[in-house]
T-cell receptor
Framework: AQSVTQPDIHITVSEGASLELRCNYS??????LFWYVQSPGQGLQLLLK??????LVQGIKGFEAEFKRSQSSFNLRKPSVHWSDAAEYFC????????????FGKGTKLTVNP | DTAVSQTPKYLVTQMGNDKSIKCEQN?????MYWYKQDSKKFLKIMFS???????INETVPNRFSPKSPDKAHLNLHINSLELGDSAVYFC???????????????FGPGTRLTVL
């Protein structure tokens, strides 16, 4: 069965600092991988996704993520964090081959200090 | 605006009542979903419909019944509400994918259900 682990429940960074949010997945075949962001009281917004091809994917708001099959990881990065990036970040994995089921990690809450 | 919309945004009700949450998408997507987000922010899929046909039904109590009158709408009806049903419920939709059945899921703003 698919599973996603986000090891960091809460991360605090200073504005302007770099950011890396970790995500490890468990799935037998090549996965679909997603990062979503949820601002307080809002729905989920897609930041980026990986289906195949180039393992470094660019997303919105200056985010990128790198798929590393050998480490079963899909970590999210941003070189310089803005105060507006404070939110909850969710990594998700979907199965290929016709399954519509997304399995989410438990999320990482990002706090940005001025 | 093109989007996934849900009504109501907030729902406060007594235990034992029956309530419905409506979801509409005008993105032309074929597949729609319901997710439950608990108090710890954990998101879990409940149901998925493709072209009005149920394709995913997770281990959800049968007090929860999804209904899809057409492929743009997926409503969630909950009977005999319990305290543990308090959560945020998200609707989502996804377009068809040429190689696979579905693609990126787009989420609605959520409905916060509080059962007293």
């Amino acid at each position: 069965a698919q599973s996603v682990t986000q090891p960091d429940i809460h991360i605090t960074v200073s504005e302007g600092a770099s950011l890396e949010l970790r995500c490890n997945y468990s799935y037998g075949a090549t996965p679909y991988l997603f990062w979503y962001v949820q601002s307080p009281g809002q729905g989920l917004q897609l930041l980026l996704k990986y289906f195949s091809g180039d393992t470094l994917v660019q997303g919105i708001k200056g985010f990128e993520a790198e798929f590393k099959r050998s480490q079963s990881s899909f970590n999210l990065r941003k070189p310089s964090v803005h105060w507006s990036d404070a939110a909850e970040y969710f990594c998700a994995v979907g199965a290929q081959g016709g399954s519509e089921k997304l399995v989410f990690g438990k999320g990482t809450k990002l706090t940005v200090n001025p | 605006d093109t989007a996934v919309s849900q009504t109501p945004k907030y729902l406060v009700t007594q235990m034992g009542n029956d309530k419905s949450i409506k979801c509409e998408q005008n993105l032309g997507h074929d597949t729609m979903y319901w997710y439950k987000q608990d108090s710890k922010k954990f998101l879990k899929i409940m149901f998925s419909y493709n072209n009005k046909e149920l394709i995913i039904n997770e281990t959800v109590p049968n007090r929860f019944s999804p209904k899809s009158p057409d492929k743009a709408h997926l409503n969630l009806h909950i009977n005999s509400l319990e305290l543990g049903d308090s959560a945020v419920y998200f609707c989502a939709s996804s377009p068809p994918n040429r190689r696979y059945k579905s693609d990126t899921q787009y989420f609605g703003p959520g409905t916060r259900l509080t059962v007293l």
